[in-house]
């Protein structure tokens, strides 16, 4: 069986950004490594605690009711320090 154009496409896709990055990492120093590792773990911080979709907290829904609701239908209410900020 011979791989769809889109394997093809992605198995390069995936070969250049893989050298790029070996070539670039080469010219960094290991402080510009350990600044470049800080900043990507601050981005997945951010993106995991983000409320989904249009989820805004508000006095009204901060009641317990609503958020077991919210809970049950999967969107994970905000917590204390996600209000604060």
């Not at 070996?22 to 951010?46: D, G, N, P, R, Y």
């Not at 317990?64 to 604060?84: C, F, H, I, N, V």
């Amino acid at each position: 069986m011979t791989p769809s154009n889109n394997q093809v496409r992605y198995a390069v896709q995936d070969r250049t950004t893989q050298r790029t990055e070996k070539v670039v990492s080469q010219h960094l120093t290991s402080v510009e490594h350990s600044i470049i590792k800080e900043e990507k773990k601050k981005i997945a911080q951010k993106s995991s605690r983000q409320p989904s979709g249009l989820y805004r907290p508000s006095s009204i829904l901060s009641t317990d009711s609503t958020r077991s609701t919210l809970y049950e239908a999967g969107t994970m209410p905000p917590t204390k320090e996600d209000w604060q900020q």
